[in-house]
C-alpha cells in the first residue's frame, strides 16, 4: 500500500480526527498512487495516522479510519450498519409514517465521498471521489447485507458528483435491481421522487424537520414558497391550515413535479398555484401579499472562490423578501452553501434586513436534521443553515 508522508507539523488536524489531509501538508508519497487508491498516511517520523482515499485536488486524502486496518468488505458492512443503526436510534427507520431518509452522511457516518438516500425500498447512492467509486460493487454487496427486504432497488447517481477529470464516465443507472415506484412518504405526505431526473438524489431530505416547523405557523396565512422545486414546504403549509399557497421555481419540470405532489396530498385543492418564474422578478410584484415567504434557494456559493458574490445574492433575496412580506409576517430562509457559516450567513441577513429599516426578530435558528449528523472533529459537515424572522 502507497505511503503519504506529511510535512513535520502538519499531522495536527489528524490528531484531533479531521477526516481530510490537504495537499499543502504532504511531504512526499512513497508508491505509485493512482487517484482513488487507498493510502496509508504517516507523520514525519514515520508513525502511522490513518487510512484513507488518495485523490488529486486540495483535499488529497479522505480519511476512513484512524486506525490500520482493512478496507474491506467486513469494513463497509460495519460501517454502513453503524449508519443504520444510527437511524433506527433517533427513529427514522422504523416510523411508519417516513419512509424517507439519508442513510449515509459522508463525514458525518465517517464514510467521506459516499452520500446514501433512502426512498421506500430504494437506495439512491452518489459517490463524491474516485476511491468510493472504485469501491462500489463491495458497498453494493454490504448495503443489501445490512438492509436486507428492505431494498428492493439501489440506484447510483454519481455522472453530476464524480470528478470530471478522473475520466471515469459514470453512468447513472441501477447497480442492484430496478422499479417504476417513485411514491415516498415523509411524515404522513406523499411525494413522488424522481432519481432519475432530478436535483441531488431526487428530493431535498435535509429540509424535513423545518418543513414540519412550518406546518405549525401556516394557518390561515398566505403561503409564497420560492426555489419551490418539488414543493415540500408547500404542501406542509397545505396540510398545517394556509389560506393559499403560491410556488415559484424557474424550472417548469419543478412546477411540474410540484403539481403532481400538490395532487397527491390534497387532490382538486384550489388553495395552491404553482408559477415558473424568475425570484426576484416575482418578489417584485409581491408587496404586501404573503404572510409567510419561505427563501430556500440552491447553494449560490459551492467553492470558496465565489463566497464574495454568493453573500451579495443572499443579502439582495433576503432584503427583498423583508421588504415585501405583510407587517407581522414570517420568514423561513435557508443557504445550503457549506462556504457559507452559520455566523456568516446571521450577519447577512442582518444586513439586508438594515438595509430595509423594517424590525426583524430571529424566532428560531435552523439546522440539518439528525439523519445528517455532523461529526465534532468536521465542523465543516454543518452546511445547512436557517432562520425563521419575525418582520414587523
Not at 135 to 143: D, F, H, S, W, Y
Not at 230 to 250: I, N
Request: aromatic share 12%.
Amino acid at each position: 500500500m502507497s505511503k503519504i508522508v506529511l510535512k513535520a507539523g502538519k499531522e495536527r488536524s489528524l490528531y484531533r480526527l479531521h477526516p481530510w489531509v490537504f495537499s499543502g501538508a504532504i511531504a512526499k508519497i512513497k508508491g505509485d498512487v493512482q487517484e482513488g487508491d487507498v493510502v496509508q498516511v504517516y507523520n514525519s517520523d514515520d508513525e502511522y495516522l490513518a487510512t484513507g482515499h488518495y485523490q488529486i485536488g486540495s483535499i488529497a486524502v479522505r480519511v476512513l479510519t484512524f486506525k490500520e486496518e482493512e478496507i474491506d468488505y467486513n469494513f463497509w458492512v460495519e460501517r454502513i450498519r453503524q449508519a443504520y443503526l444510527t437511524r433506527v436510534a433517533i427513529g427514522l427507520a422504523t416510523n411508519p409514517n417516513n419512509n424517507v431518509y439519508r442513510l449515509v452522511h459522508g463525514e458525518g457516518d465517517d464514510l467521506s465521498g459516499l452520500v446514501i438516500d433512502y426512498y421506500a425500498g430504494v437506495a439512491v447512492v452518489q459517490f463524491h471521489s474516485v476511491g468510493m467509486y472504485k469501491a462500489r460493487e463491495e458497498i453494493t454487496k454490504a448495503l443489501l447485507e445490512v438492509m436486507g427486504d428492505k431494498l428492493i432497488a439501489i440506484y447510483d447517481k454519481s455522472e453530476g458528483t464524480l470528478p470530471f477529470k478522473a475520466g471515469l464516465n459514470p453512468k447513472n443507472d441501477y447497480l442492484y435491481g430496478h422499479t417504476d415506484n417513485f411514491t415516498a412518504i415523509e411524515n404522513g405526505l406523499k411525494f413522488n421522487v424522481d432519481w432519475l431526473e432530478g436535483q441531488k438524489t431526487g428530493f431535498f431530505v435535509d429540509q424535513r424537520e423545518n418543513r414540519r416547523l412550518l406546518e405549525q405557523y401556516a394557518h390561515d396565512k398566505n403561503v409564497l414558497n420560492m426555489f419551490c422545486y418539488t414543493g415540500g414546504f408547500s404542501f406542509y403549509a397545505m396540510r398545517g391550515g394556509a389560506k393559499l399557497v403560491h410556488s415559484v421555481d424557474a424550472s417548469a419540470r419543478a412546477i411540474e413535479l410540484t403539481n403532481q405532489n400538490v395532487e397527491l396530498n390534497f387532490p382538486g385543492d384550489t388553495r395552491h398555484e404553482a408559477f415558473v418564474e424568475d425570484a426576484f422578478k416575482f418578489l417584485d410584484k409581491s408587496h404586501n401579499k404573503y404572510d409567510l415567504i419561505i427563501l430556500d434557494p440552491p447553494a449560490f456559493a459551492k467553492h470558496q472562490n465565489v463566497l464574495d458574490n454568493a453573500i451579495q445574492g443572499y443579502k439582495k433575496l433576503n432584503r427583498k423578501g423583508i421588504e415585501v412580506v405583510k407587517p407581522g409576517g414570517l420568514i423561513f430562509t435557508f443557504s445550503c452553501s457549506q462556504v457559507m457559516t452559520k455566523d456568516l450567513f446571521r450577519q447577512t441577513v442582518f444586513t439586508a434586513a438594515a438595509n430595509t429599516g423594517r424590525k426583524v426578530k430571529i424566532l428560531h435558528q435552523l439546522t440539518q436534521p439528525a439523519d445528517h449528523p455532523i461529526s465534532i472533529y468536521h465542523p465543516e459537515g454543518e452546511y445547512l443553515k436557517g432562520l425563521v424572522l419575525y418582520v414587523e
